[in-house]
């Protein structure tokens, strides 16, 4: 099992930055991926960025350039780094991780943070 807590959410204005954070615990050495989502009002919930244990970060277009997706050397914290925020930036931000157990794969969601960008 893995249990993940976000952080780090809040009010910016366009144009301004915002760093998010999510804490892992569990079964950390399970851990394929962890992934930064967010769903905004009326919207599905999309994916912002991943970054997988072996492989490559990818960014959806929206983000590219402006975010950054990062984690910490012990893989139980995962950021993302928001610069240059616009107002269809505004949403709720999720973090998933993507871990195995048993030859199973099982996916974990924080609460989600809110983050709202004023134009």
């Known amino acids: 099992q893995v249990q993940l807590v976000e952080s780090g959410g809040g009010l910016v204005q366009a144009g301004g930055s915002l760093r998010l954070s999510c804490a892992a615990s569990?079964?950390?050495?399970?851990?394929?991926?962890m992934d930064w989502y967010r769903q905004a009002p009326g919207k599905q919930r999309e994916l912002v960025a991943t970054?997988?244990?072996?492989?490559?970060?990818n960014y959806a277009d929206s983000v590219k350039g402006r975010f950054t997706i990062s984690t910490n050397n012990a893989w139980n914290t995962v950021y993302l780094q928001m610069n240059s925020l616009k107002p269809e930036d505004t949403a709720v931000y999720y973090c998933?991780?993507?871990?195995?157990?048993?030859?199973?794969?099982?996916?974990?969601w924080g609460q989600g943070t809110q983050v709202t960008v004023s134009s």
């Open positions: 970054i997988p244990r072996a492989g490559s970060t």
């Open positions: 569990g079964s950390i050495s399970s851990i394929l991926t």
């Open positions: 998933y991780a993507g871990h195995s157990s048993g030859g199973f794969y099982f996916g974990s």
